[in-house]
């Protein structure tokens, strides 16, 4: 099972993610493998809509990073006690930089 | 373009009509002269868009520390300039190392903010749609004939910067003579990303609320409205995010 999968409690995620990840990556093979899995077990209209969520965020992401828009200060504020009860807040202030990347 | 690009198979997936209606929408957008390019350009940054993924050039450029180390040309499939080729192909192949020093290097080189704008918007447009057929083991649509006419050329007047590395328009300062930039939308940041070129606001959530969810029905957890439900619908979002090394 993918161990993101297995480190959720959202309901078929062995399913979902593996047909994102296939589709992300160009993974032809996995995509068609992951994809009749999807369909045989959730039924094809749970293809489509899961198909859909996953290449309107394959764009989304590129609007965000072309654009270079922030994440909004209330998602922030809404992550602080998940962040501290996982300790990752221990880790800092996330700090690369690619303008620093890209001066070297 | 005809109509019948769109109607995707009968005896394949069972693409809701709204999807199918949305995406033919996209297409007739893609086609038409937008605000600062023409339907013949934006036709040929949607298949530049489409061909970067094999461009030799930026596989180099992925496995390089820092892209600006990286010198060459970019295989292209278009007549345009040759920096609307890398903008085209910097944001559809590595999007999360985008600096603001090399978008400023992009205006001055020559490319308006605007321009680039709607570069990322019709991008955006057929990144989606591409990405749906791909999932689905679909052919790709052909890509629309592009109209005749002259942009636009409309700039909003309460376009800003400061949010992003592109001007952008709050929601309180969309003008009192100009179309609300923000109907049905909640003007969150990634709303407002496109907002120096309204129509690719429009455009790309008119996609998104079909593909995604309508902003009204996003936290409205005591319905679903798809045939995943809220939480596999995030964690699916969140996982396409995260693979793309985004971090909005």
């Known amino acids: ?104 | 373009m005809t109509k019948a690009t769109f109607q995707y198979p009968e005896s394949s997936w069972p693409v809701r009509t709204d999807l199918t209606s949305a995406h033919a929408r996209a297409w007739r957008h893609i086609a038409a002269p937008g605000t600062w390019l023409s339907g013949r350009e934006r036709v040929a940054v949607a298949n530049e868009t489409r061909v970067a993924p094999a461009c030799a050039h930026c596989d180099v450029i992925a496995a390089a520390l820092s892209p600006v180390q990286v010198a060459g040309q970019h295989t292209r499939a278009s007549d345009l300039p040759q920096l609307w080729v890398e903008v085209i192909h910097r944001i559809r192949n590595d999007a999360a190392r985008l600096s603001d020093s090399w978008y400023e290097s992009v205006l001055e080189r020559g490319m308006t903010a605007q321009q680039y704008v709607e570069i990322v918007g019709v991008l955006a447009h057929i990144v989606a749609i591409d990405s749906f057929t791909d999932a689905l083991g679909l052919e790709r649509h052909k890509l629309p004939e592009p109209l005749a006419g002259e942009p636009a050329r409309v700039l909003p007047a309460g376009a800003k910067l400061g949010l992003a590395r592109v001007p952008t328009v709050a929601p309180e300062d969309v003008g009192p003579g100009e179309a609300d930039l923000y109907a049905n939308l909640s003007g969150a940041n990634i709303h407002r990303a496109l907002s120096l070129v309204p129509a690719e606001v429009w455009g790309f959530f008119d996609l998104d609320t079909v593909m995604y969810l309508p902003d009204s029905q996003l936290r409205d957890f005591e319905h679903e409205f798809r045939a995943i439900d809220h939480a596999q619908i995030e964690l699916v979002a969140a996982r396409v995010s995260a693979l793309n090394s985004c971090f909005y």
């Open chain 1, 1 to 104: 099972m993918d161990p993101l999968a297995s480190a959720t409690t959202v309901a078929d995620a062995d399913l979902l993610l593996p047909f994102a990840e296939a589709l992300v990556q160009g993974n032809v093979a996995r995509l068609a493998a992951t994809r009749a899995r999807l369909a045989a077990n959730l039924g094809s209209a749970a293809l489509v809509d899961t198909a859909a969520t996953i290449a309107i965020f394959n764009a989304v992401v590129k609007i965000a990073d072309a654009t270079g828009i922030p994440i909004e200060d209330y998602k922030v504020d809404l992550t602080a006690n998940d962040r501290k009860a996982l300790g990752i807040d221990d880790y800092g202030v996330p700090t690369y930089n690619q303008d620093a990347m890209d001066a070297k």
